[in-house]
C-alpha cells in the first residue's frame, strides 16, 4: 500500500514563500487532481513530491516511509511531464527502458516489462522509432509508458495533456481514467483544466497562492465550495457572483437584497448571519433559467450571445451594471439588447460572506461518486 | 482557362545582392588559393621566371633529406600540438562548461568573462607575457614554485627541445580553452530542463545523466569544437614566431607547419624564400587539414545527428 501523506509541506526560495504549510492526505489507489491558477504552487508541489527540489519542512511520506531526503527513484515515484520530456536520441524501446537498465535490471526482464507497457498503450508498433516520428499522442502515450514499466507506487503527471489539441486531449483523458481503473495505482495530476480535473479526480486539491483552499470529490466542489475562490474556479463559465445585504433571516433561510435592488431567497446555514450583512450571492450560469418561474427572478438585459449549439451563453448586465452569464437551452432566440427577466431556484443558491467563505448549503444536490451510487444502488 | 505567363525579368536583385559578397569572396580567397595550387607546379629559376615542373616540388618536399627532415618534423610537430589541444582543451572545455551550466553556481557570468577573456587577447600578448612568466631568468614562476615548495621541479621548459612544444601547446590551451567551453556551455543549456528532471526521476545520478543523456545530446557540437580545433592548430603560426621566432627552436623542436611555410616562402636568415616551393609547402598544408575535414565529415558527423530538443 502506497498512501501518501504530506505533513506541513513547505517551500520557500530564499524570502519568498511559495507553499505554506500543505497538508493531504492521499489514499493508496486514489486519483488526486490539483488544480489552481497558475503560479499558486501545484507544480511546485508535484516537484516536491518526486523530489526534484528540496522541502525547506515539513515531511513527506511515501506508503508510511519518510522520504523528505530520498532521490525520486527510491522513492517509487515515476513522472509524466508536460513536454513529455523524452529523450530525443532514443528510440521509443529505450526511453521506456532507461529506468529500468539505470536500475541495474537484466535485459530479459526489461524487455518483458516493455512490451508489456507498450501493449497496454498500443505502442508496440512504434518500440523502434524516434521520439521526433512519433505524433503528439503517441509521444504522450511513451511518456506514460516510460513510467508504468519502473511500476511506481505513485504517479505523478504534470499537465499531461495541455500540449494536445483538444479532440486527442478528450481521448487521452478518456485513456488515462481507463488505465488508473487497470492499474489501480496511486495518481497525483497537476492540471489548470477544470474539466480533466472533474472527470478524472476522486479528489481535487485546489490550491490557491500556495495553500490547499479545499480539498474533496469533484461533486463536493461543485455543490459546497467553501470559500468564494473554489466557487469561481470550479465550473465554467464561472459561478456569478452579486453583492447583497442581509434582509431578513428566517429559520432555514435568508432573505437577500441584491445590489439591483432585487429580493431573494438563499437557503443556507444563517446562524453565523446577522441583519444588514454584506455577503455575496453566487449562483451559476446553469442553474439560471429563462422561463421567469423557478422562484427567484431578476431582471437583466443582454450585452452578447454566445452560441455553442447545444447551450448558448448569455452575457447579461443588470441596472447597477454587475456581469452575469447565464446557460439557456441552445434553441433559445433571445438576443443581444434584449431585457429579460431571468429566475434561479432559491435552493441553488450560493452565499459567501464578507470574508469570502461559504455559507452552508441545505438544500444542495447529489455529491457521491458514479462507484458511491453503483454501491449504494447495489445495496438497495 | 487560359494561364498567362508574365516572361519574368532577368533577376537583377540576385546579382545586386550575391554579387559584392562573391567578388570578395573570389579575390582574396578563392582565387589565392586556385593560383597557390598552380605556383605549387612552377620552379623560379634565378631571374624571376616561372618555369612548370610539374610534381617535382612535391617529390622535394616529400623525400629530399633536406626538404623532407624539416617538413616531416614540422607535420609531426602539429600533429603533437593538434593532440595537446584535444586531450587537454576541450576535455577541460567540456568540464568547465559542465561546472558552468550547474544551477548551484553562483558568479557563474563571473567565471565565464574570465575564462573567456585571454581568448579575446592578441597571441602575441599572450605569447609575451608567458615566455616572460616562464623565464629562468627574470619570471616569476620560478619563485611561485619555490614558495609553494615545488621549486625543484621548475625548468627552463620553453627552453628544452623535449618540453618547450608541450608547453607552446599547454600556453595555446590556456588562451584558446574559452571557445570549447562557449561553445559547449551554450549547447548545455540548450537542452530542456525537463528532459534532465526527467532522468532524474528515471533513477539516474548526476554522471549517468550526463553520459547517458546530456553527452549524446551536446555530441555534435563536441564533433564542431573539434573540427574547428584542427584547422586552427594546422593553421597555428603566430604564438611559435612570437615565442620562439620562425626558427621554431630550441633546435626547431617547436617548428610547425605555420613556421615552416614562413620560411619555406619568406626565407629566413641564411635560407632564401622560394615563391614555388612555398606554395608547395602551403598546398601540403591545405591538403592536410581537408582531408582532415573530410574524414570528420564522413566519419564523425553522418554518424551523429543532431536532434530537436
Known sequence: MADVKLNNIKKSYGNVNILHGIDLDIKHGEFVVLVGASGCGKSTLLRLIAGLDEITEGELQIGSELVNDLPPAKRGVAMVFQSYALYPHMNVLKNMSY????AGKDKAFIRKKVQQAAKTLHIDHLLERLPRELSGGQRQRVAIGRAIVRDPKVFLFDEPLSNLDAALRVQTRVE??????ELGATIIYVTHDQTEAMTLGDKIVVMNQGRVEQCGTPLELYQHPITEFVAGFIGSPKMNFIAAKVQSIEADHLVLRLSNGAITKAFVDVTSCNLDDDVTLGIRPENLSEDSDLGERISASVSLVEQLGEA?????????ATEMVMRTSGESTTTIGETIDISFNAESAHVFNADGLALKRHRAGNTKSPAELARLKAIA | MTTIRAKKAFPWHIVFFLGPGLLIYLTVSVYPLLDTLRLSLYNEEMNGDLTFTGLSNFSKLLFDVVWSDPFWNATWNNLKFFVVHMLVQNPIGLLL?????????RMRNSYRTLIFLPTMLSVVIVGFVWQLLLSPLWG????LMWDIGLGNYFDAWLGKESSALFTLSLISVWQFVGLPMMLIYAALLGIPDELIDASVVDGSSAWQTFYHIKLPLIMPTIGMVSILTFVA????????YTVKGA??????ATDIMGTLFYRTFFGFQLQQGSL?????VATLMFLVILVGVALYLFLFQRRVQRFAL
Open chain 1, 99 to 102: 529506468g529500468l537498465k539505470i
Open chain 2, 97 to 105: 562548461a559542465v561546472l558552468l551550466s550547474s544551477p548551484k553556481l
Open chain 1, 176 to 181: 488515462i481514467g481507463k488505465l488508473h481503473q
Open chain 2, 247 to 252: 626558427l621554431a627552436g630550441p633546435n626547431f
Open chain 2, 276 to 280: 614555388t616551393m612555398g606554395a608547395a
Open chain 2, 233 to 240: 592548430n594546422f593553421n597555428a603560426f603566430e604564438l611559435i
Open chain 1, 312 to 320: 448558448s451563453y448569455l452575457y447579461l448586465t443588470l441596472s447597477d
Open chain 2, 140 to 143: 616569476i614562476t620560478e619563485n
